[in-house]
C-alpha cells in the first residue's frame, strides 16, 4: 500500500529533523533505517500503473550519485566517507520514492504538510531560544555557544534558516498557486510567515541571501505564470508576490529593530569572516587531486593541513559545498553535479510552461501541480545560493528535504503529452531501484547482526535506541556517542567500558580508540601514590595501545598523535614520542595547541631552547591568552 510507504518517509522527515538535522552518524541512521522499509514496502504496489518521471532527469541522477557512491566507497579512509555514503543512500531512496512511486498531488501534499509540521516545532523552539533560553535544546541534546541565534533542532543557526527557506516556499507557492479552498490558502501563508520568522531570528547571514535570491526566483516564476494564464491574473500574482514580499520586510525589519543582536549582524553582512580562510584551505586541497578529488569526509585531514593561522576551530567544512564537492569528488563530480541541477531545472521549467499552457486552455485559476513546481524550483534556489556560504548539503536532514524537492522536478504528477512509450518503459524500470536500495541497506544491517549473535555480543541500548540496533554500523556509533559524552562528564571508567564495548562491534571507528585511550589516561593520571604504581603504568600501556590502534585508522589525526606522544613522555620515552609530535606537527603546522604540546614535550626532554622556540611559535599563532594551558602542559 502507498500509505505505508507514505507514512515511513514521513516518519524519517520527522524523526531525522527530532534528532539535530542527522549530523551525526548515530542520528542519521534511524531515519535511514525508515526510508529503507518505506523502499521496501514499493514492493506491494510496484505492479500498478504510474505516471513516470522524466527519463533525462533520471538518468543525470544515476550517473551523478553512482559516481558519488563509488567515490566514496574508494576513499582513503573508510570511517570518514561513511557519513557522506549514507547520505548518499538516504537522498536516493527519497528522490527514488517520491519520483517514481508517489508522483500523485495528494502525497506529495501530505509530505509537504509533515514538513510544515516539522517547521512550526522548528520556529518554536527558535523562538523559545531567541527570547528565553539560548541554551534551550529539546530531547536532552545540547549545542555550542550561539547567544541567542536561533537554531530550533538542529545544532547550527544556519542549518535551521536552511531548512525553513526550502519550506517556507512551498507553502507560500501553494498558497498563490494551489487549487484548493480560501481557508487552505490562508493557512499556508501563515505558515510561510512563519517560516520567515525563523529565518530572521536565525541571525543567518547566508540565510538572508538565500532567502532574498529565492523570493526573487519565486516572484519571477509566479508573474510569468500569472502573465501566461491571463491578464487579471498577472495582476493578483503581482499584488499577491508584492504583499508576500512586503510582509516579510515589515516582519524582519520589526525584528530587527527590537534587537540589538539582530542589528549587529545585518552590520556584518559585507565584513569578511572565518570563511574566506576555509574557502582557501579548500582550494588548496583541490589542487592536491582536481580530477577525481582526494575522497570523501577528507576535509577533516585537509583543512588542518591547510589550515590558515586565523581558524582555530577544527575545520570539518569548508563552509562551501561547492568547494568541498570539488576538493572531495573532483571535476567530474562537480560536473555531474551540474549536470544534475540543470537537467532537473530545466525540466521543472519545461513543466511551469506546459502546465501553465493547460491552464490558459482550461481557464483554471489556479493548479497545485505548477505550486509544487514554482515551490520546487523555489526552494532549490534558496539551498543553492546558501550553499555558497555554508555546508546544509552535508546535514542529513536538509539533505533529504532537498532531494525530496529534486524528485518533484523529475516528476510533476502529470504526464507530458506525446511522451514516447520507449522513454517511459526505460524510466519505468527505475522502479526497482528503490527496493533494491532499501533491501540493500537492510541486507547489511542482518548481516551485520548475524556476525554480533554469533559473537554472542547483546544488541540492547538505552532505551528506544535498541530498536536501532540492527542497522549497520549502529552499534559502534552508539557506543562512541556514549562512550564521548561520559568523557564530557568526567566519568572516566564508564567512558572506558563504553569505548571497549563498542570496539567489540566496530574495528573501524578512530574515535572508539581515542575514547578508550583518553579513558585509560584519565583513570591513570590521578593514580600517584607508590601502591598504585603499577596500576597507573599498565592503564598508560592500555591508553598507549588504543591511540597506537586509532592511528591504523586515522594516521593523521592530530587528537591520536598528540595524546600518544603524551603518554610516552609520562614514561620518558622522549626519543619514542618525538617522531609522534613532529607528524602532528607536520598534518597541522598551523595550530598554536600543537605547537604548545610539543613546546612541552621537548621541555621534558631537555631541550628549552626548542622548546622556547614552539612556544613563542604558538603564541605568533594564537590570537587569545594560551598560557594556561602552556603552564598545565609544563606542570605548573
Not at 555514503?85 to 519520483?99: D, K, P, Q, T
Not at 587531486?289 to 585531514?301: N, R
Request: a neutral charge; one cysteine or more; glycine letters at 8%.
Amino acid at each position: 500500500m502507498p500509505y505505508v510507504c507514505l507514512f515511513l518517509l514521513g516518519a524519517a522527515f520527522v524523526l531525522i529533523q527530532c534528532l539535530v538535522g542527522g549530523t551525526r552518524l548515530l542520528y542519521s541512521l534511524p531515519a535511514y533505517g525508515l526510508l529503507a522499509l518505506a523502499s521496501l514496502s514499493t514492493l506491494t504496489f510496484l505492479r500498478r500503473p504510474n505516471i513516470f518521471a522524466r527519463l533525462s532527469s533520471l538518468l543525470a541522477m544515476a550517473l551523478c550519485f553512482t559516481y558519488l557512491a563509488i567515490r566514496a566507497l574508494c576513499s582513503p579512509i573508510a570511517y570518514l566517507a561513511r557519513p557522506d555514503l549514507f547520505s548518499i543512500l538516504g537522498c536516493l531512496m527519497v528522490y527514488l520514492l517520491v519520483a517514481c512511486h508517489l508522483p500523485k498531488t495528494a502525497h506529495r501534499l501530505t509530505i509537504v504538510g509533515v514538513l510544515l509540521a516539522i517547521a512550526g516545532a522548528e520556529v518554536f523552539v527558535g523562538l523559545v531560544q531567541f527570547y528565553r533560553d539560548g541554551n534551550f535544546m529539546p530531547f536532552d541534546f545540547q549545542r555550542g555557544p550561539a547567544g541567542y541565534w536561533a537554531s530550533g533542532m538542529f545544532i547550527s543557526h544556519n542549518h535551521f534558516s536552511g531548512y525553513l527557506e526550502m519550506v517556507g516556499l512551498m507553502a507560500l507557492s501553494i498558497a498563490l498557486w494551489a487549487k484548493t479552498r480560501a481557508w487552505v490558502r490562508v493557512f499556508m501563508a501563515y505558515c510561510a510567515v512563519v517560516c520567515y520568522v525563523g529565518v530572521v531570528i536565525a541571525g543567518s547571514r547566508g540565510g538572508y541571501l538565500s532567502a532574498f535570491c529565492s523570493l526573487v526566483v519565486f516572484a519571477v516564476l509566479s508573474l510569468y505564470v500569472a502573465a501566461h494564464t491571463g491578464r487579471d491574473k498577472a495582476v493578483l500574482g503581482s499584488v499577491l508576490t508584492a504583499a508576500a514580499l512586503g510582509v516579510g520586510a515589515l516582519i524582519a525589519v520589526q525584528l530587527m529593530s527590537q534587537s540589538a543582536e539582530l542589528n549587529q549582524k545585518i552590520q556584518k553582512i559585507a565584513m569578511p569572516d572565518i570563511r574566506t580562510p576555509l574557502w582557501e584551505a579548500g582550494w588548496d586541497q583541490f589542487h592536491t587531486k582536481p580530477s577525481v578529488g582526494t575522497g570523501a569526509g577528507t576535509h577533516l585531514y585537509y583543512g588542518r593541513l591547510f589550515r590558515r593561522p586565523d581558524v582555530e576551530t577544527d575545520p570539518v567544512h569548508t563552509h562551501n559545498d561547492y568547494l568541498e564537492l570539488l576538493a572531495e569528488y573532483g571535476v567530474l563530480g562537480a560536473l555531474l553535479m551540474l549536470v544534475f541541477v540543470a537537467v532537473h531545472a530545466a525540466g521543472g521549467l519545461s513543466s511551469v510552461k506546459w502546465i501553465s499552457d493547460g491552464m490558459t486552455l482550461t481557464h483554471e485559476h489556479g493548479n497545485t501541480d505548477v505550486a509544487l513546481q514554482i515551490g520546487a524550483l523555489s526552494g532549490i534556489m534558496a539551498l543553492l545560493v546558501h550553499s555558497l556560504v555554508d555546508f546544509n548539503l552535508h546535514i542529513p536532514g536538509n539533505a533529504l528535504v532537498c532531494a525530496f524537492l529534486f524528485a518533484i522536478l523529475a516528476n510533476p504528477g502529470v504526464e507530458k503529452p506525446g511522451t514516447p512509450e520507449v522513454k517511459k518503459r526505460v524510466a519505468g524500470g527505475f522502479r526497482y531501484a528503490a527496493p533494491v536500495l532499501g533491501v540493500g541497506l537492510l541486507g547489511m544491517g542482518l548481516f551485520q547482526t548475524v556476525q554480533v549473535w554469533r559473537a554472542g555480543l547483546p544488541l540492547t541500548a538505552r532505551g528506544t535506541w535498541t530498536l536501532a540496533m540492527v542497522l549497520p554500523r549502529f552499534p559502534g556509533e552508539y557506543y562512541a556517542e556514549e562512550a564521548r559524552v561520559a568523557l564530557r562528564d568526567g566519568d572516566f571508567q564508564k567512558a572506558r567500558e563504553l569505548a571497549a564495548a563498542g570496539i567489540r562491534y566496530e574495528t573501524t571507528n578512530p574515535n572508539l580508540y581515542f575514547y578508550l585511550g583518553e579513558a585509560n589516561r584519565g583513570l591513570a593520571l590521578p593514580m600517584r601514590r607508590p601502591g598504585l604504581r603499577n596500576l597507573r603504568r599498565e592503564r598508560f600501556e592500555e591508553a598507549e595501545n588504543a591511540y597506537q590502534a586509532g592511528l591504523r585508522q586515522f594516521p593523521h589525526d592530530i587528537q591520536l598523535l598528540l595524546r600518544l606522544g603524551q603518554c610516552l613522555d609520562t614514561e620518558e620515552r622522549f626519543e619514542e614520542a618525538e617522531p609522534f609530535y613532529l607528524d602532528a606537527v607536520k598534518s597541522d603546522p598551523n595550530l598554536s595547541i600543537v605547537h604548545v604540546f610539543y613546546g612541552a614535550h621537548l621541555e621534558k626532554a631537555g631541550r628549552a631552547s626548542e622548546a622556547e622556540a614552539e612556544f613563542q611559535r604558538a603564541n605568533e599563532l594564537h590570537h587569545h591568552n594560551i598560557e594556561p594551558l602552556m603552564l598545565e602542559l609544563r606542570g605548573h
